[in-house]
């Protein structure tokens, strides 16, 4: 099985910077995504990283350390628009030839004025 | 049809009846997945197909069925659906389940509420 964790809610300032931490521990690793998700909507893809080191793509960036079974979403120049639930999603192997997603709960984040 | 649509956006069901939720995508992709989001919970894999004619079983998939009969549809069925089946259901797609990178790509969502 695989275990995915990321804190369930953060609050951050207009403007400011937020980390967004997810650990995970499995086998058959295939690469980390994350996704955005605002209430009452679809999840849409942010990023992706399966070798060590930051991705960066305007205001966000997500960093990975497959040793570690760490990442981590970086949100610049915040804005208000960016309160939404942010998912880490691990890819890893599930035999027979697939690889499957496992998401994490999710972190909502809520950015205030 | 642009990109991939699920229907009902929203349905209310008794208990013991039978339903299906439609998932239609566009974009040719070989894998498709069904999740439920609970609050709480997150998204949770169902049922996935690699490819049109096989189909396979994911994390929480009973009570569920799904098929694959050609690339673009994977309707999901509940035969008898029960309570704890309320849920927001999301179908998804990428272009492969193979060793490359796998990005998934949502439909809108069916809001699913079994009394």
């Known amino acids: 099985g695989q275990n995915i964790d990321q804190p369930t809610e953060m609050t951050a300032t207009e403007g400011a910077i937020v980390q967004i931490n997810c650990t995970y521990q499995t086998s058959g690793f295939n690469g980390l995504f994350w996704y955005q998700q605002h209430a009452g909507e679809a999840p849409t893809f942010l990023s992706y990283n399966v070798l060590d080191g930051l991705e960066e793509k305007g205001r966000f960036s997500s960093f990975l350390s497959r040793s570690k079974g760490y990442s981590y979403l970086l949100l610049k120049e915040l804005q208000m628009k960016d309160s939404a639930s942010y998912l880490c999603?691990?890819?890893?192997?599930?035999?027979?030839?697939?690889?499957?997603?496992?998401f994490g709960k999710g972190t909502k984040l809520s950015v205030i004025p | 049809i642009a990109g991939i649509t699920q229907a009902p956006t929203s349905q209310i069901l008794a208990a013991g009846r039978r339903m299906t939720l439609r998932c239609t995508q566009d974009m040719r992709h070989n894998a498709m997945y069904w999740y439920r989001q609970d609050l709480g919970l997150g998204l949770r894999l169902i049922h996935y197909s690699n490819t049109a004619g096989t189909t396979g079983k994911g994390e929480v998939p009973d009570g569920y069925s799904v098929s694959r009969a050609n690339t673009d549809d994977f309707p999901l069925t509940l035969a008898s659906a029960v309570p704890s089946q309320t849920s927001v259901y999301f179908c998804?797609?990428?272009?492969?389940?193979?060793?490359?990178?796998?990005?998934?790509?949502f439909g809108p969502g069916t809001r699913l509420t079994v009394l």
């Open positions: 998804a797609s990428s272009g492969t389940s193979g060793n490359s990178y796998n990005e998934q790509f």
């Open positions: 999603a691990v890819d890893a192997y599930s035999g027979a030839g697939s690889y499957q997603l496992t």
